[in-house]
């Protein structure tokens, strides 16, 4: 139980705990979105199948498979961080997506009006600023005593999900490069 000293220190926790809550409502409220649309065609998206067919065209293969990955990684991190409930792993998953979307903009710049990596940016640095500030207090993690949310967990969840976005990423951007190799460039315009 936290003591406080004063009663700006409680006001202060207070404060902190119910911006955590905002943080995580919102940033896991987006990426569930972003995730359903994904796995299941909500909101307009494009589900399994046309999700991965858009993988396929920007790299990610097998294209079904990425799309649940990262339909997966957005809905449940979107949904654990709304809740405040294995943050670490969470907010790591969470960001590992974003990094891949990231993978997909960057060659358009940073601003999202240009299609650039800009909002998968943002989202990532959130939930993962999110998985290591912690939930909160207004959290399942801290109704269940931090159980899956202890420190050790946050580096362990950053490393192995930037293991696997490297090799992902990196994977990905072999095919490109090898792609690109096949193409003729043209030689002459007529």
């Known amino acids: 139980m936290t003591r406080y000293t004063t009663r700006y220190d409680r006001t202060c926790y207070d404060r902190r705990d119910l911006g955590l809550l905002l943080l995580r409502l919102g940033t896991g409220g987006v990426l569930a979105a972003h995730g359903a649309q994904k796995l299941f065609g909500w909101f307009g998206g494009g589900g399994i199948e046309g ?74 640095l959130t939930a993962a600023g999110l998985a290591v500030a912690g939930p909160g207090r207004l959290s399942l993690d801290h109704a269940l005593g931090h159980t899956v949310n202890r420190g050790w967990m946050v580096p362990a969840a950053f490393a192995a999900v930037a293991a696997a976005t490297v090799v992902v990423v990196g994977a990905r951007g072999r095919r490109l490069r090898k792609a690109r190799e096949g193409e003729q460039e043209v030689l002459f315009e007529e």
């Open 51 to 124: 999700t991965g067919q858009f993988m396929e065209t920007v790299g990610y293969a097998p294209g079904r498979a990425s799309a649940t990955a990262a339909g997966l990684a957005e809905t449940g991190g979107g949904v654990l961080l709304a809740l405040g409930l294995a943050t670490p792993a969470a907010g790591a998953a969470a960001a590992g997506a974003m990094a891949g979307a990231a993978a997909v903009h960057a060659p358009s710049g940073f601003f999202n009006q240009e299609g650039g990596y800009e909002y998968a940016a943002t989202l990532g």
